[in-house]
């Protein structure tokens, strides 16, 4: 599998951004489809994760209410829907996608090549 990610760059406190993530490949292997972020000196974390049907998501606790994760199965993409973007939201933004619906990064077998996001205060 193979998954690109676009739609990163420089926003404003308060401002939005849609990131998305479109998948190739043998994708009958995926079954969630994650988000996670890294900051510059911290370690990895879980955004989200959905289904390819939608029919479960998990959000973290940081992002819930402002981020919204949805699929486009016809697309093969999924996308991040950020509302609300603080300064704390900057960091490096990575789909991927795995065998489970799972919020641990070693869980996940396919990385995408991440894009940045910034929020000015």
């Known amino acids: 599998v193979q998954l690109q990610a676009s739609g990163g760059g420089l926003v404003q406190a308060g401002g939005s951004l849609r990131l998305s993530c479109a998948a190739s490949?043998?994708?009958?292997?995926?079954?969630?489809m994650g988000w996670f972020r890294q900051a510059p000196g911290k370690e990895r974390e879980f955004v989200t994760v959905?289904?390819?049907?939608?029919?479960?998501?998990y959000y973290a606790d940081s992002v819930k209410g402002r981020f919204t994760i949805s699929s486009d199965n016809a697309k093969n993409t999924v996308y991040l829907q950020m509302n609300s973007l603080k300064p704390e939201d900057t960091a490096v933004y990575y789909c991927?996608?795995?065998?489970?619906?799972?919020?641990?990064?070693?869980?996940?077998?396919?990385w995408g090549q991440g894009t940045q996001v910034t929020v000015s205060s």
């Open positions: 991927a996608t795995g065998p489970y619906l799972a919020t641990t990064a070693n869980k996940y077998d396919y």
């Open positions: 959905t289904t390819w049907s939608g029919s479960i998501r």
């Open positions: 490949g043998r994708t009958f292997s995926s079954y969630g």
